[in-house]
């Protein structure tokens, strides 16, 4: 029995600042993670090997800059108004590269808390800050038991999922210090412009792989086996605030493809420099997807699902 096991801390400070907070800097992330591996040979003709993994990610706000209509420099006339003329400048005014993504107490609200009841995968506390978030989990597990006559029976399992959740500020520039003209108009309005968003996806998947093989010595060789995959895929929980309240944007939604299959392989040595050979593999791709709620943000009374086979 051997194993290994290793860890992993890196972090790297973010390349830019934000205009609208000095002490705020974009681009910064860190990771950790652990991981682990395993050799078992509890008999000369039996292998267990086996590899897990877990890991987080946290990214901070991104570098984000735009060119708007008040830097444009000139204005062609007609109803579009202003436009870029000419080249685009070669490096962005430091003023441009910023955002607002100050969680405060109505934000953290509607973002972390959901009062709204907004359509979600999971529990938004998950990533109770601005920028990115992610958890990783990837598992494998291979045994190769050598059997009589020369033959290997073969199985290989593997296990991952993969879950984000991320905010981001849609104005591509701080607006802390603009007031809001729909603040105390429209009811829920935040007192200054805020166009915050967070979404989330959540992953997993399964697959299995079953094979005998004969010999490789033989003048006549063969391969037999089964796989099978499934996955489950969340998307489409992206909600937030904006200048004129919360609001939800998507359709959640989920996805489940699953995928049996058999497959077969015969190879025969007419000569020593001449090998005939077939193969063959017969799958079912089982697709199902659900429409859980609707793009205001209301779940339906029973999901909307499309669902159907195909062969090949």
């Known amino acids: 029995l ?3 096991v290793g860890g992993s801390h890196v972090f790297e400070g973010g390349q830019y600042t934000n205009s609208g907070d000095p002490n705020e800097t974009f681009g910064d992330r860190k990771n950790d993670a652990v991981s682990a591996q395993m050799l078992f040979e509890p008999a000369s003709n039996l292998k267990i090997t086996g590899f897990f993994s877990y890991g987080e990610m946290h990214d901070g706000p991104p570098a984000q800059a735009a060119l708007k209509n008040t830097e444009f420099n000139c204005d062609l006339g007609g109803t579009s ?9 070669n490096r962005m005014p430091e003023a441009l590269i910023g955002g607002n993504y100050d969680l405060d107490a109505a934000a953290y609200d509607i973002l972390i808390d959901n009062v709204d009841g907004y359509p979600t995968i999971f529990d938004p506390s998950f990533n109770p800050r601005s920028g990115l978030k992610r958890r990783t989990v990837q598992a ?7 059997m009589g006559n020369g033959m290997l029976l073969s199985s290989i399992t593997a296990y991952h999922t993969d879950r984000t959740q991320t905010a981001l500020d849609l104005t591509f520039r701080d607006t802390s210090g603009y007031p809001n003209p729909n603040f105390g108009i429209i009811p829920g309005a935040p007192s200054f412009n805020h166009w915050l968003l967070n979404y ?3 992953i997993s998947d399964f697959s299995q792989e079953i094979r005998l093989t004969s010999a490789q010595t033989n003048r006549l060789r063969w391969t037999l086996g089964a796989s099978y995959f499934t996955a489950d895929y969340d998307n489409g929980a992206i909600y937030g605030l ?3 309240g919360s609001g939800n944007s998507s359709t959640l939604r989920n996805q489940k493809p699953k995928t049996p299959a058999i497959f077969g392989a015969l190879y025969f040595d007419i000569t020593q420099d001449l090998t005939i050979g077939a193969e063959g593999r017969y799958q079912w791709d089982k697709i199902e997807s659900s429409i ?3 793009s205001s943000g209301v779940y339906y009374p029973e999901a909307l699902v499309s669902k159907a086979t ?3």
């Open 200 to 202: 989330q996806t959540d």
């Open 242 to 244: 904006n200048v004129f």
């Open 310 to 312: 195909f062969k090949s």
């Open 81 to 89: 108004g202003s436009y870029w003329c000419g080249a685009l400048p």
């Open 2 to 4: 051997a194993l290994r």
């Open 140 to 146: 494998d597990l291979r045994i190769d038991w050598e």
């Open 292 to 294: 859980l709620a609707s």
